[in-house]
């Protein structure tokens, strides 16, 4: 049978229980995924002098090809846009300026240093998001950035930040949508600290501080970002997951959840809703921890048909910003890039495609047999084939089609790089 044929197949399964396949696809191609570039380059940038990961970031794999200029970076996306359905946006780090060959620090970057890429998404009827960074920096080698004790280096990251804001509000401005501007901070300690208070203090008056300078919300949205631990800050982190959603909340910034940032026992899915009570926006980045926050590439596992099915039941498509953040140099990066972002739109699919409002009836009666056995069967549906046909729509690759491009596409290009 063709990819139609097994969609009309499909579909009236589906239908039975009135669920429109049409209108969940006119639904979720208006869903933009916030693509992250480092995948690309193993979180390396484009710095004039570039520095060694830190952080508590690690990224484990050599395998060739790995993009060494912007140039190679946007080749590289482009391939995989090509390969996954919807409109999206690319999501970058402040070290993807670029700064023709001049040595700029991140307290001095300015918009006209990420001109290319704002062309490059203009072209490509692309969104941007951005991240100041702060790690992989001489200034951030003990650990500590906005909660340091030195004045001078918070100064330097408060700068840092405040440029990064009006670096979003210029993509903003540029793309007509609005560029999420997220914070995160590798600030921890390796062994039980003496004082925990001090140092939230001082991350709090820098925070009020990179806030206070006026940029156009309309343009940039700011989000927070916490963790539960790191690499050299086992024991403490300053921004940790209590501290910066009270600070989201009192400070109308938002709250953004990354999959992997939590204890391994937690799930993100069950925060969404509980935050969506208390804040009209929330933001993601999603990975797939195993044991720790290893950021491997995210599979169709429960968690995120679980992430997907909560921002579906709880009708949030409009106010959770998804974003992606997992780095894998272990196998082709462009594959890494398709895997992880169609696995994203698929469970937002699957999501669409449950009697959701029927099994919300169904434990408000208390009937949790029902509920139990129609969440179980639905897992068995021929969901692949209205998959499929949805990526026909969109015009990309079906099944597994896709992985004969990269390889093509390693073949005759990614092969003849020189990565170093």
């Given at each position: 049978?063709s ?25 979720l ?8 570039c480092?995948?690309g380059?193993?979180?390396g ?13 690690d ?8 993009a060494?200029?912007?140039?190679e ?34 307290n ?8 290319n ?20 920096h ?12 030195d ?15 009006k670096?979003g ?25 003496s ?6 203090k ?8 990179i806030?206070a ?51 391994p ?9 509980a935050m969506?009570l ?9 990975s ?8 491997h590439?995210?599979i ?9 099915l909560?921002?579906v ?18 196998i082709?990066?462009v ?16 999501a669409l ?20 056995a ?9 969901f ?18 896709w ?15 020189n990565?170093?």
């Amino acid at each position: 049978m063709s990819v139609r044929e097994n969609f009309q197949a499909a579909k009236k399964q589906y239908e039975k229980w009135g669920i429109s396949v049409e209108e969940a696809f006119e639904r979720l191609k208006n869903v933009p995924i916030s693509i992250h570039c480092w995948q690309g380059d193993d979180i390396g940038g484009f710095e004039v002098e570039q520095q060694e990961l830190s952080g508590g970031i690690d990224v484990t794999g050599d395998y060739p090809g790995k993009a060494t200029t912007p140039e190679e970076l946007r080749r590289d996306l482009e391939k995989a846009l090509s390969l996954i359905p919807g409109k999206h946006k690319i999501n970058l780090h402040a070290i993807y300026a670029e700064t023709d060959g001049q040595k700029v620090d991140r307290n001095e970057l300015e918009p006209k240093h990420f001109a290319n890429w704002v062309k490059w998404a203009k072209e490509n009827d692309l969104g941007l998001d951005f991240n100041p960074t702060l790690f992989s920096h001489p200034k951030a080698a003990d650990g500590l950035t906005l909660a340091h004790p030195d004045k001078e280096i918070r100064d330097f990251w408060i700068e840092h930040c405040i440029r990064s804001r009006k670096i979003g509000e210029y993509f903003g401005k540029e793309l007509g949508q609005p560029a999420l501007t997220n914070i995160w901070i590798p600030d921890g300690y390796k062994d039980i600290p003496s004082d925990r208070l001090t140092p939230r203090k001082r991350l709090k008056e820098s925070l009020d501080e990179i806030f206070a300078a006026d940029v156009d919300e309309s343009l940039n949205i700011d989000a927070v970002e916490s963790k539960l631990f790191g690499i050299g800050s086992e024991a403490y982190v300053v921004g940790s997951h209590e501290f910066y959603m009270g600070y989201a909340l009192k400070n109308n910034k938002l709250c953004l959840l990354d999959s992997g940032h939590y204890h391994p026992t937690e799930v993100v899915s069950n925060k969404i809703s509980a935050m969506l009570l208390f804040s009209e926006r929330l933001a993601l980045h999603v990975s797939r921890p195993v044991r720790w926050d290893s950021d491997h590439v995210i599979i169709l596992d429960d968690e995120l048909r679980e992430i997907g099915l909560e921002i579906v039941r709880n009708d949030a498509l409009d106010k959770v910003m998804i974003g992606l953040d997992f780095f894998d140099a272990s196998i082709n990066r462009v594959a890494a890039w398709t895997i992880g972002t169609r696995n994203m739109i698929k469970s937002l699919l699957y999501a669409l495609l449950l009697p959701n409002e029927h099994l919300k009836q169904l434990q408000e009666e208390g009937n949790f047999t029902d509920r139990l056995a129609l969440l179980e069967e639905f897992k068995t549906y021929p969901f692949g084939a209205i998959w499929d046909y949805y990526c026909e729509q969109m015009e990309v690759p079906s099944q597994e089609n896709w992985l004969e491009e990269v390889k093509d596409y390693e073949n005759k290009v990614l092969s003849k790089r020189n990565s170093g």
